[in-house]
């Protein structure tokens, strides 16, 4: 799969310009699914020293990324800049989804184990993913 991942107030906490504390196993996380073959692209608004920053710091981690800010890993070349920004992945990493962030282990079991959101969920509520959500009953049902 491959899976587009912000970095500011995703993979560390948003302190932007500077670079917030990791949140918790988030590199940790990045690299399992890494090593499951998985193809990440660091999917940042950084620019510049600001994304080389960025970069470097989840490569001290262990973290490389298959792509930064694009869907392929070769390099752009001037003449091809008319190609959209827009970025093909599987998933989108992001705390500004409309969910917000989940943990990163949910994130994980989520990709690894295949679970969607509502079962995790679920399961943190004590219910398992056999329990019946109680049907709805429409108008001509009541009575």
């Known amino acids: 799969m491959t899976i587009a991942i912000d970095f ?8 932007y310009p500077a ?7 988030a590199t940790e996380t990045l690299r399992m699914l890494i090593k499951d ?5 660091l999917w940042t608004v950084r620019e510049g ?4 920053e960025a970069i470097d710091w989840c490569r001290e981690r262990g ?14 070349i001037d003449k091809n800049n008319h190609f ?10 992001d705390d ?10 949910q994130i994980y079991q989520i ?7 509502t079962q995790l969920l679920r399961e943190s509520m004590g219910q398992s993913s056999a329990d019946e959500r109680p049907r709805k009953r429409h108008w001509w049902q009541i009575g």
């Open 111 to 117: 990709l690894h184990d295949h679970k969607t959101y």
């Open 49 to 52: 020293d600001k994304l080389q």
């Open 19 to 25: 670079i917030g504390p990791e949140r918790p196993f």
């Open 63 to 76: 973290v490389e990324f298959w792509a930064v800010n694009r869907d392929y890993p070769e390099e752009e």
């Open 37 to 41: 073959r998985h193809q990440l692209i």
């Open 8 to 15: 500011d107030g995703t993979i560390v906490e948003d302190r």
């Open 84 to 93: 959209s920004r827009k970025i093909k992945a599987d998933y989108f990493i």
């Open 96 to 105: 500004r989804g409309i969910a917000g962030l989940p943990d990163w282990g």
